[in-house]
């Protein structure tokens, strides 16, 4: 079982993307579904965290207001909308599912070590 993560691209500063996270089972039971992102050099960090139940969201600061995070209608399917995307948005971005509960989600965000199920990543290209 593995999320598979898709709608990456290139795009221009100031562009739009929609990523898709899609769990290769329905039958994966998770609280949590987190967003990351790696740069070339970088440390893997958190983007975004949604919760399943109530949809409740957290964004790290650095996309606070240019991100969306949603659930899908299907089960086990999330987005990451992506507007106004800037050259340092560029990286490979991952989602994964953190089970358990009790936490906020912006909690649950910092616990990148606690996830599982991580796909391949999608890459995220923004430039001129």
């Known amino acids: 079982l593995q999320f598979v993560e898709s709608g990456g691209g290139s795009v221009q500063p100031g562009g739009s993307l929609r990523l898709s996270c899609v769990a290769s089972e329905d039958t994966v039971d998770y609280t949590y579904i987190g967003w990351y992102r790696q740069a070339p050099g970088k440390e893997r960090e958190g983007v975004s965290c949604?919760?399943?139940?109530?949809?409740?969201?957290s964004y790290a600061a650095f996309v606070e207001g240019r991100f969306t995070a949603s659930r899908g209608h299907a089960k086990n399917t999330a987005y990451l909308q992506m507007n106004t995307l800037k050259p340092e948005d560029t990286a490979v971005y991952y989602c994964a599912a953190l089970h358990g509960g009790g936490l906020t989600p912006r909690q649950a965000m910092g616990m990148m070590l606690l996830y599982d199920h991580w796909g391949q990543g999608t890459q995220v290209t923004v430039s001129l």
């Open positions: 949604i919760r399943k139940d109530d949809g409740e969201t």
